[in-house]
């Protein structure tokens, strides 16, 4: 046994920007030419396969596999991204299968520009891309029959994985993949028009279901290699802080310690197996150098963000006259509004193997920006990046957590500082406490109406760390702005003529990073929550304020009056259960909930009902739509009834499902999700659920009780009946 100490110069560790350029993430690839080194991978693995594009093979058995470049992580990219291409191939979907793709350009997410799944893109960057996948292989199979027959290709069809002649006459697939294989790929093949799709649309069962469910799917913690040593860390509680000391003698007592290295991040204890290294871990009596951190709480970080709301500098907007606009109006009013820091909570905690043999490296991890992580892997292991072999297993959820590079860079750190290969896991306690959070946030409102009723006025102040700063591979515009701390208020839907929406950047300390809908998750509560009591001081019905406001907004409409008609606005209900409305557009996607609540004499809130009117364009799979909507509102539900990371003498407070509860069964409302049907391109899906159900569920309260609720998680205490 014996302990190792990287020193961060001498790691000399570059920024995630830099890592992102070297890893090439700044080239867009759309098209479809197969990589070379992949094309031949491919042909070797068989002897007649045609592989046109980088997503497609079949072979002469008729097999159809799809390859996905996208990390599956529970919201059905396994099953859409085949679906999209299968549609245009007119495949037999019975004969296709999917597997997950190597790191390589050619399944960079168009929209990022990166091999990565993020930002409920992967449906909407690939809709076209994958389309013209699977049209491109068809026209060539159809090709390949025309000349065998001696026909006109026009006069031929397809169906069901088959060539179809006027008279009948069929061929498969796999009897036309020598042929077709020999043909130019067509640069513009043409696309289906929507009303002929036989598969998009439909609600077609999951690939990936059998595999979970007879536990033959692999997550990144299932990894095993030969000689494979475990590591559990001490991590420092808060960026910049400095580790002051460390009992490594105790923890190389414990029975199957085997090394104490020291990172920039932390100190690992590696182990023959977890409990040993956890127990490892946990005898090294760490003790941490906090700096300017030492007497942060909860209390100072609101202290700063108010302070933050009520001078914020950078302008988002500004309209009209806010001063003549309050002085002609029949009401004002001011609220301040406040969000915590939150954990990802991800089921499965941050892990990572990883194996550096020389100059090669290899890492089989749940990760969502597999390919940064090559270009990134690759500096922290001087090693090359077409060296750099990125496993990506199932995702245990990923909620945005997993596209942070940690816990792949520690394991590599620790794999080739110890000569073994190292299976990195945090804790739950590890995960809870390791930093990047969805930033804690608080807004200043004002607002008027007139004697109508009508909103004239609108100012927001809104005080937040910058999420666009923390990801080092964004820039934060000119004018100051973090796009992702205003988003969701700075482009609210609503007709007001006069506004100010400015932002101002505090960072009281805590790493913060992507969350689940990003900066709407906080946003949309602060301003559906605001938009409410502006309908109470006009004296208005919140659904009927709100339509009034959107009459040049038909999808925030469309959904807002879904909801409500589905919903039964305005209906009685039984006593003590009041109704409560939002709405929101957050990638691409438009969603209104209305929650049926009613709060208990002890305070604590039931939420028996949430009803929600989706418009999320043209759709894949509408069972996988409704599937994301109900968990988005669990995760979001879990949030406003519970969710708080709070920080006591510059350490988190927080460390398991105790103190960090998460929504239980018996509290599981029925929830009923409408998809509107569209003609629009493809929204995400995975997030947008999420924004509206806490501002939905507070305004019912406010409808049940009278008591307006400004600040999550809902305090149980403010609501609790004399």
């Excluded at 502006?534 to 807002?560: H, I």
């Amino acid at each position: 046994m014996d302990h190792t100490t990287l020193d961060a110069t001498a790691l000399n560790s570059p920024s995630r920007r830099r890592f992102l350029k070297t890893s090439g993430a700044a080239a867009l690839v759309v098209g479809f030419a197969l990589p070379t080194a992949t094309g031949r991978a491919l042909a070797a693995s068989t002897a007649a396969v045609f592989a046109p594009n980088a997503y497609l093979r079949i072979t002469p058995d008729n097999r159809v596999t799809v390859v996905c470049g996208s990390a599956e992580m529970g919201q059905g990219v396994l099953t859409a991204i085949p679906m999209l291409l299968a549609e245009e191939l007119d495949a037999d979907w019975s004969k296709v299968s999917v597997e997950q793709a190597p790191v390589d350009k050619a399944y960079n997410n168009p929209m990022f520009g990166m091999q990565a799944t993020g930002g409920s893109t992967t449906v909407r960057a690939h809709w076209e891309p994958l389309r013209k996948a699977g049209a491109a292989a068809r026209e060539m199979l159809v090709a390949a029959a025309a000349e065998r027959w001696k026909l006109d290709a026009s006069s031929l069809r397809t169906a069901n994985g088959q060539v179809i002649a006027p008279n009948g006459k069929k061929l498969s697939y796999g009897a036309l993949v020598a042929a077709a294989s020999a043909r130019a790929v067509p640069a513009n093949p043409t696309l289906k028009d929507s009303k002929d799709f036989k598969l998009l649309g439909k609600p077609l069962k999951r690939l990936d279901t059998p595999a979970k469910v007879n536990g033959t799917a692999k997550y990144g913690i299932d990894a095993q290699v030969p000689g494979l040593l475990v590591a559990v860390m001490a991590r420092a509680p808060l960026p910049g802080a400095k580790l002051a000391s460390a009992n490594e003698a105790k923890a190389k007592a414990v029975k199957g310690v085997r090394q104490v290295i020291t990172l920039p991040s932390g100190v690992a204890v590696l182990a023959d197996g977890y409990w040993a290294a956890k127990t490892g871990r946990d005898a090294l009596e760490v003790q941490w150098d906090l700096g300017a951190h030492a007497d942060l709480s909860s209390a100072k970080v609101s202290a700063m963000l108010t302070e933050g709301a009520d001078g914020a500098e950078s302008v988002a907007t500004d309209v009209g006259n806010l001063r003549d606009a309050a002085a002609n109006s029949a009401a004002t009013l001011d609220a301040l509004y406040e969000a915590p820091y939150l954990a990802h909570a991800c089921m499965e905690p941050m892990n990572c193997t990883a194996w550096v043999k020389g100059d090669e490296v290899e890492i089989w991890a749940g990760t969502q920006s597999q390919g940064p992580a090559q270009g990134i892997l690759a500096q922290v292991a001087q090693a090359t990046p077409a060296k750099v072999k990125i496993n990506t297993m199932m995702l245990g959820g990923g909620f945005g957590r997993r596209f942070a590079p940690d816990f792949a860079i520690d394991a590599t750190l620790l794999s080739k500082i110890s000569g073994k290969p190292v299976k990195l896991i945090y804790s739950r306690e590890d995960d809870m406490t390791a930093g990047f959070y969805r930033p804690a946030s608080v807004a200043r409102f004002s607002g008027a109406v007139d004697a109508q009723g009508k909103p004239t006025m609108l100012s927001v102040g809104v005080g937040s760390p910058s999420i666009m700063a923390a990801s080092g591979f964004m820039k934060i515009p000119d004018n100051g702005v973090d796009e992702l701390a205003m988003e969701g208020i700075a482009d609210h839907p609503y007709d007001i003529a006069n506004q100010r929406i400015a932002y101002g950047r505090r960072e009281p300390g805590p790493q913060v990073w992507f969350w689940r809908s990003v900066g709407h998750s906080q946003n949309i509560f602060f301003i559906e929550g605001f938009i409410d009591e502006m309908a109470a001081a006009a004296k208005k019905d919140p659904f009927e304020f709100r339509r009034g406001l959107l009459s040049q907004q038909p999808r925030y409409k469309g959904v807002l009056e879904a909801a409500a008609e589905k919903a039964g606005w305005g209906k009685p209900l039984p006593a003590g259960v009041a109704r409560g409305i939002a709405v929101a557009q957050s990638f691409g996607s438009y969603v209104a909930e209305v929650a049926e609540v009613s709060v208990g004499a002890d305070g604590v809130p039931k939420v028996h009902r949430v009803v929600a009117a989706v418009d999320c364009g043209m759709t894949v799979n509408p069972e996988i739509i409704r599937r994301q909507i109900e968990g988005a509102i669990v995760y979001g539900l879990s949030a406003a009834l519970y969710g708080k990371i709070t920080l006591k003498d510059g350490k988190v407070e927080q460390g398991n499902f105790h103190d960090y509860p998460i929504l239980r069964m018996n509290e599981m409302p029925k929830v009923e999700v409408h998809i509107l049907p569209s003609t629009e391109k493809p929204g995400g899906i995975g997030e947008p659920g999420t924004p509206p159900i806490a501002p939905a569920v507070v305004n019912a309260i406010y409808a049940a009780t009278g008591k307006r609720l400004r600040s999550l998680p809902i305090d149980a205490s403010a609501l609790k009946k004399a």
